[in-house]
């Protein structure tokens, strides 16, 4: 036997600290669910258990038929051989006795102590976080359980902080997932922005697993090398990644050595390194949001099919999108908006080893360069229906498409703070020629370019004046006035009517009609454009 | 305030700064502190011994939290968390440090065991792991050709003390038999399964030979195999 698949387990702050309890209830099951309490609904430590028994029995306790289908965690076992974890009750036996989904015995040796809890929801904490989720992922569990992460602040996110890192070897289904799922009020409310739970790993990974996990309605935050870890099979969807390590190159999503990965509605931000770092084989990005990092969406593999459709990639130091190695597979794009900075920065796309990219329909804006190619007269690219606008150079070793566009998409709110004159003390930039009065807070990052005894990079702004702003992180101290930064604000990428009607793909061949010609990764929606061009792109383009 | 038990003692937190994110901030200029119990709130940071509260708190609890590289003034109290001090080394990997300095054990063991890296603090390279493994120009000059130019190389060096034998890791473009073999003419050496899967996606192995080596300035120098080495290949 092992733990049902059907089990769903509940992380809540307000619950015993330590990850004591049972925290888990089989969805269906006859009992009555304890997982969503503070508390264990039993707890006692005189259980007892025969050398291969599945009873255990606790003369101490009074259980009843309520018990049946709730998880029970065993800890300070004695006996020979003994294994504290998580079981499952799966039978009522009488008031002292109930029967589990296997033996916590080895086999030989009897328990003749240990405590136990019924019910109660976990709470991190106790370096026994790791051991809960190996649980649920290996052998003594079957594929396919969920665990819920509950926010249980009315006004904002509550953090979550792990005592140890989670790389556990286990996995799930292919096609029964284990679920990582935060949720606000009730389980399924899909809550988005602040609402969701936070954890907070520091300086330790998160990893749930080699294979097949998914991860909902979260946001992680950490600094280290490998960030929020998917891995084969995954997907994210409604996540936001930070990490805001100091150091470079670090990820906040690492889509590492794996396949078919899907990171759909997410956001993802490395202040020092690559929001979304992809070493998998098959990637798929769909609308999400990449942004104020070093790079936006980074490609480490050389035969990984990448693709990236109705993103926004913004404000990201050295390119919005980067091919570190000759990659010989695919990469499509379609539908984003590639935005640098109103002066601006960094490359848009960077191939900078041989790769065949496929670029449609996208808002290439604001970028030293809009698309870069390694190899001159290269014909393995191929563009078309993108919108160049207010780049340095619009391509190099790249060729435009016939229906390319230079047309300011007019976004609806986009604009820019400049100076090169603050000063910076006590993580507050002071600039008296500045306005930042359009800056919002914990929303907006300043890219500090340069300037005398600062560290260059993304800060996040966490409260501003007319004439300051003042950062998470310290970026080091200046009196002689020669801080150098940008400040990115606004963040309304929806475009204005100039693009109505000039997207992809028009008219198709064969008599295909379509109206669907409005470009952009945000559409702006006009009788004369079509209505609506992603799904159309979706279908048709993109199987 | 929030309440919570652990080990069947009951407590109550303050609601502000419990269950929050602080990671990499500073809270020097926080008046509200002293005497106040925060239960399960990050403020790790990557410096070791990085002051983010006002020297003058005291009397407040830390329940849970995670204090990694933040130095707590005397009169708190720290229970249950993480309170490591771990700073990067040169192999871009975080390391818990001892109170010299010196790397001891790697953050996220577990995790880089799993994918077959070396935890051992002894591989930690002397100089930054070059990730840039070539120039651009040289590989155009050589991708095609077959040609493995020597600055295509870069070595992790291992730490030393003194003058003496030790195992070195090269990573160079394939290799064929044929110079395998006449490598192992000059020293002892075996392809490494480090990195192999990562390494392949840049068409490169990870080969391990002895080494004679010698400090210089408190960093290790090779001895004349390694440039022999180089040449074969």
Request: with cysteine; proline share 2%; glycine share 10%.
């Amino acid at each position: 036997m092992a733990l049902n698949a059907a089990i769903t387990c509940e992380f809540r702050s307000t619950a015993a600290a330590n990850m004591v309890n049972g925290g888990g209830f089989r969805t269906g099951g006859s009992g009555t669910d304890y997982s969503t309490q503070d508390a264990a609904q039993w707890t006692a430590t005189d259980l007892t258990c025969a050398a291969a028994a599945t009873n255990i029995v606790s003369a101490a306790s009074t259980f009843t038929t309520a018990a049946v289908h709730n998880l029970i965690h065993l800890t300070a076992l004695t006996g020979t051989g003994a294994l504290v974890g998580w079981y499952e009750i799966t039978a009522y036996v009488d008031a002292n006795t109930i029967t589990l989904d296997r033996t916590p015995t080895d086999g030989t040796n009897a328990i003749t102590a240990g405590t136990f809890y019924i019910g109660g929801a976990l709470n991190v904490g106790g370096s026994l976080e790791d051991d809960f989720f190996e649980e649920i992922s290996g052998a003594n569990a079957a594929d396919g359980i969920s665990v819920y992460f509950y926010n249980n602040n009315s006004t904002s996110t509550v953090t979550f902080t792990p005592s140890e890192a989670i790389s556990i070897a286990g996995a799930g289904g292919a096609l029964a997932p284990i679920k990582i799922i935060g949720y606000k009020t009730t389980r399924g409310d899909n809550p988005t922005g602040n609402s969701r739970p936070t954890i907070a790993m520091g300086a330790n990974i998160l990893t749930f697993g080699v294979g097949n996990i998914n991860h909902y309605n979260l946001i992680v935050t950490t600094t280290s090398a490998n960030g929020l870890n998917i891995k084969a099979g995954g997907q994210a969807v409604n996540v936001k990644a930070v990490n805001n390590s100091t150091t470079a190159n670090r990820a906040a999503f690492y889509l590492g050595d794996s396949v078919d990965i899907l990171i759909y509605n997410c956001e993802a931000i490395s202040y020092r390194g690559y929001a979304i770092q992809s070493y998998a084989s098959v990637v798929n990005v769909l609308y999400s949001y990449m942004h104020d990092s070093n790079v936006g969406f980074y490609v480490g593999s050389t035969s990984s099919n990448n693709r990236l459709i109705g993103n926004i990639i913004e404000s990201n130091v050295t390119a919005a999108v980067l091919f570190i190695t000759a990659n010989t597979a695919m990469n499509m794009f379609i539908g984003n908006t590639l935005y640098g900075s109103e002066n601006t920065t960094g490359i848009g796309i960077n191939a900078v080893i041989s790769t065949d990219v496929k670029v449609l329909n996208n808002i290439i804006y604001g970028f030293v360069t809009g698309v870069s190619h390694d190899t001159a007269g290269q014909t393995v690219g191929y563009d078309d229906y993108n919108d160049y606008f207010n780049n340095d150079t619009d391509v190099t070793n790249w060729t435009k498409g016939g229906n390319d566009q230079a047309i300011n998409p007019a976004f609806t709110s986009v604009a820019q703070v400049t100076g090169t004159a603050g000063t910076y003390a006590g993580s507050t930039l002071t600039d008296a020629a500045a306005n930042f009065a359009n800056v919002v807070d914990n929303q907006d990052f300043v890219y500090i370019i340069s300037g005398t005894g600062m560290t260059a990079g993304q800060y996040l702004i966490t409260a501003h004046a007319a004439t300051t702003i003042t950062t998470d992180l310290d970026a080091g101290e200046n009196v002689a006035a020669n801080v150098v930064y940008q400040v990115t604000t606004g963040r309304n990428f929806a475009v204005g009517t100039n693009l109505k009607a000039l997207g992809f793909p028009g008219a198709f061949q064969a008599g295909l009609s379509t109206g669907y010609m409005d470009i952009g990764a945000v559409q702006r929606q006009e009788p004369v454009g079509g209505g609506g061009g992603q799904p159309v792109l979706r279908g048709s383009i993109v199987k | 305030m929030g309440k919570n038990i652990i080990d069947g003692q009951e407590f109550t937190y303050d609601d502000k700064y419990s269950h929050k994110d602080f990671t990499g901030r500073r809270l020097t200029d926080a008046k509200d502190l002293n005497g106040i119990t925060i239960f399960g709130s990050c403020f790790s940071h990557e410096t070791p011994d990085t002051k983010v509260f006002p020297d003058d708190m005291t009397g407040v609890t830390f329940i849970n939290c995670n204090l990694d590289n933040i130095f707590i003034p005397i009169g708190n109290t720290v229970i249950g968390g993480s309170q490591r001090r771990f700073k990067v080394q040169k192999d871009a990997r975080d390391w818990e440090i001892d109170n010299d300095g010196k790397p001891v054990k790697i953050i996220n063991e577990k995790q880089w065991i799993i994918g077959g890296f070396s935890v051992d603090p002894i591989d930690i390279p002397v100089e930054v792991i070059n990730k840039q493994v070539m120039t651009k120009d040289e590989y155009d000059r050589t991708f095609d050709k077959g040609i493995i130019p020597s600055s295509s190389l870069f070595e992790e060096v291992p730490q030393i003390i003194n003058t003496e034998t030790k195992s070195v890791v090269l990573v160079t473009k394939t290799v064929s038999l044929s110079k395998m073999k006449d490598l192992k003419n000059i020293v002892n050496i075996t392809e490494d399964s480090v990195d192999k899967d990562k390494l392949q996606q840049y068409n490169l192995i990870k080969i391990r030979a002895e080494i004679d080596y010698v400090e210089v300035e408190g960093r290790a120098k090779m001895l004349d195999d390694l440039n022999r080495i180089k040449k074969v290949i």
